[in-house]
């Protein structure tokens, strides 16, 4: 593994359903997020993590949980999907002074 | 509320010079970024200001007003590669980023 990758690539998902997206670096990044990015919006923020153990909600946390039980990885979990949670998923990580932020390369979903 | 303006799009002939700007109203300031982002892919990040003035970096540079809530980033020489979106964040009190729209940037030849 090399930086950040999430699983699944892309998904169509009935509504309803439960869907889990996986987020894993190899980094070391103490502080991990959860963002949606959607045609014309800015990247948002749904949930975040600033070092194992620990997390916090975002801009959007409505629908969506996390947990962070170890430094690698940081699952995104829909309980119950709906549509309007359509949307390109990004995972990213970061740690420094600086706190620039490296990116997955992203989970489509499209609930239907 | 917090809130991060930028053009929408922006057309540029190659070889030519472009400046996109951004202007910023937060809670807070720690830290502008300048983010690029090609058609489904993930950001990848271009440049950091803290301090006003004007940082460069190759053929992208990036100025910062602090005062005024402003940045740009500006690109020179420019190439087909960087047909992308360009994406403005700002650090804010709680040290999370918020995210402009991005500035959709169309080069021509």
């Known amino acids: 593994i090399a930086g950040i990758t999430q699983a699944p690539t892309s998904q169509i998902l009935a509504a309803g359903r439960r869907m889990t997206l996986r987020c894993t670096q190899d980094?070391?990044?103490?502080?991990m997020y959860w963002y949606r990015q959607d045609l014309g919006l800015g990247l948002r923020l749904i949930h975040y993590?600033?070092?194992?153990?620990?997390?916090g909600k975002g801009e959007v946390p409505d629908g969506y949980s996390v947990s962070r039980a170890n430094t690698d990885d940081f699952p995104l979990t829909l309980a119950s999907a709906v549509p309007s949670q359509t949307s390109v998923y990004f995972c990213a990580s970061s740690d420094g002074e600086r706190g620039e932020q490296f990116f997955g390369p992203g989970t489509r979903l499209t609930v239907l | 509320g917090q809130n991060i303006d930028q053009p929408t799009e922006m057309t540029a002939t190659e070889g030519a010079i472009v400046q996109i700007n951004c202007t910023y109203q937060?809670?807070?300031?720690?830290?502008l970024f300048w983010y690029q982002q090609h058609a489904g892919e993930a950001p990848t990040f271009l440049s950091y200001n803290v301090l006003d003035g004007l940082e460069e970096k190759g053929r992208f540079s990036s100025f910062l007003s602090r005062s005024k809530g402003y940045s740009y980033l500006l690109l020179k020489e420019l190439q087909m590669k960087d047909s992308a979106s360009y994406l403005c964040a700002v650090r804010d009190s709680n040290y999370q980023l918020i995210w402009g729209a991005g500035t959709k940037l169309i080069i021509k030849p």
């Open positions: 937060t809670s807070g300031f720690n830290g």
């Open positions: 993590s600033n070092t194992a153990g620990t997390t």
């Open positions: 980094m070391r990044h103490n502080a």
